[in-house]
């Protein structure tokens, strides 16, 4: 009876451990994006406090080629890089401009869409163009860590370089006359100039050099970042960045079109 027992036992232990298993086997794994949800109409919230906009919908796109499922994490964008570095999430999609300096540290994929930096202007500013910018007695607001922030500290060292955690508040300060420039990218220049015609001016000539975003993930992770660009690749020539654009800009890449100025996904 005792040896009864025993086998019974052990014929358990062995069905529960195969189970075990086979539930770890086909357990899907969790995508875990970093962005920083204050970027309409690429990263924001909706009116139930849930991750909306271009940027979510591209992560879940690649969840699913993936076979993932998708977890946004609402992330200051001066800490996106230390969070990939730190392993609390997999890769980021926060509009991120690819620079030699973050190559450094993070591994970046193929471009998906091309931004140039514009300007904000107050209305009674006598900035016109970046050049009227380097003077003593400028004042030039910018967000902390963006391409923006390093444009002004390499370029602009005659202006008063003014640095905010938020655009919200570099947008105040020139719509409210206290800063003469907000130097951001040319989407948000636009959006910001509707939202306050009568304080501000806009020139959305490119600022600088060319600029690519791209998808980073930590340094070495090959395996990721080839599905990553597979993914890209495909979705540009199947016209999945087109039909985005017609959900979430149709109106600025009208603008573009008026301005004669490359638009968001025409990366060739």
Known sequence: MKKFIRKFILSISILLFTVSCSSTKNERQTLRVGMELQF???????????????????????????NMDLEIINTAYSGLIPSLQAGKIDIILSSMTITEERSKVVDFSIPYAVSNLAMLININSEVESIDDANKQGIKV????????????????????????????????????GKADIFIYGQDTIYKAHTQNQD????????????????IAVKKGNEELLNKINQYITEFQQDGGFNKLAEKYLSELKQVFDELNIPFFFDTK
């Open 40 to 66: 309409p109409p690429f990263e924001t919230i909706d009116n139930q406090g849930n991750p909306y906009g271009l940027s979510v919908e591209l992560a879940q796109y690649l969840a699913d080629k993936l």
């Open 141 to 176: 607001a910018v967000k902390k860590g963006t391409t923006g922030h390093i444009f002004a500290e390499n370029n602009l060292q005659n202006a008063e370089i003014m640095i905010f955690d938020k655009e919200s508040a570099a947008i105040l300060e020139v719509a409210q």
């Open 199 to 214: 304080t501000t001016k806009i020139n959305l000539e490119p600022i600088g050099d060319t600029q690519y975003w791209g």
